[in-house]
């Protein structure tokens, strides 16, 4: 009776490909392709995600499978883009029901269920992360907003490598002028009323925080006193320690909420929106210089509470 040990080895040679196997890594292994039809019949302890294409398990393939899965199958000229690019790139947002590929405009693949190809005369050199091939972050952006009609989600799209710090407007746009012009009268609308102030402070942020050892804050909280009071508003904040970055809810002439924030023991940094663009280096300084004054204080009696849990 043939076993799956030395099989399962075989799929798990390379870890990075979490299972993921295709029949000519298969082959030079020994193993045949009648043997690995009958590892992925129904039942037996493999899947077949696509023609010769299988996954080491006998439950459904992970996100990560799968587009390990679809590089395996539309070969290694093939470049992830879309929502996956840009998730792997960092950003925060909900997975599409489909795997956005990009190919060479010479080729002609078969159509796969979940995979969405797109041939291009001008394919990105690829952003190798975990071993996957992505499109960089402007590339990613476009190529989903581009399919787009919904004005909402073409703006969403858009700004998301802006706001998440992955480019500035100059490198979207160049990607854009660069690309095919179809789809993009929509995009180039986004681009063109975009209020700086909102779209880019974030990843202004972001861009700062990554040239530092801190850890990850949590974003856009109330600070509230132990029985739920509100103190003030913090950009950023790092609850371990009690420390406040303000850079867009800057206090306005009426607004002491500072004086508040900083009586409760709460360390508080403040800049503009201006200084995060001009000063990155002296505001990352003063990042690093504030969490290390909070760390080494009491923490205040405060809580954080997302924007969205409280009736600020």
């Not at 663009?277 to 300084?285: H, I, N």
Request: aromatic share 6%.
């Amino acid at each position: 009776m043939t076993t799956t040990t030395s099989i399962h080895s075989v799929a798990f040679r390379d870890p990075a490909s979490v299972g993921v196997i295709d029949l000519r890594t298969l082959r030079s292994a020994g193993v045949s392709t009648r043997r690995a039809a009958r590892l992925a019949q129904p039942g037996g302890p493999w899947r077949r995600v696509y023609p010769g294409v299988f996954v080491a398990q006998n439950k459904p393939p992970t996100r990560l499978q799968l587009l390990h899965a679809a590089i395996a199958r539309y070969g290694p000229s093939a470049v992830i883009t879309g929502i996956d690019a840009l998730r792997a790139h960092g950003v925060t947002h909900p997975l599409t029901g489909e795997i956005h590929l990009l190919l060479p405009h010479y080729r002609r693949p078969r159509a796969e269920a979940g995979v969405l190809t797109h041939r291009t005369a001008r394919m990105p050199e690829p952003v190798l992360i975990d071993g996957l091939p992505y499109a960089t972050a402007p590339r990613a952006a476009l190529d989903l907003a581009r399919r787009e009609t919904d004005p909402v989600a073409v703006q969403r799209f858009t700004t998301l490598p802006l706001f998440w710090g992955l480019c500035d407007r100059a490198e979207l746009q160049a990607e854009l002028d660069a690309g095919n012009q179809r789809g993009s009268s929509a995009v180039r609308a986004v681009l063109r009323t975009l209020d700086d102030h909102e779209t880019f402070t974030h990843g202004q942020a972001l861009r700062i925080l990554r040239d530092t050892p801190l850890p990850p804050p949590r974003w856009n909280v109330t600070i509230c006193d132990l029985r739920g009071r509100r103190i003030g508003l913090a950009d950023a904040w790092w609850d371990e320690v009690g420390l406040a970055w303000r850079y867009r809810t800057a206090a306005g002439p009426t607004d002491f909420s500072h004086l508040a924030l900083t009586a409760t023991g709460t360390v508080l940094v403040r800049c503009t929106p201006r200084q995060l663009d001009e000063t990155r280096a002296e505001v990352s300084r003063e990042l690093v210089r504030a969490y290390t004054q909070a760390a080494r204080t009491p923490r205040p009696k405060v809580r954080a509470l997302h924007r969205a849990d409280t009736a600020a």
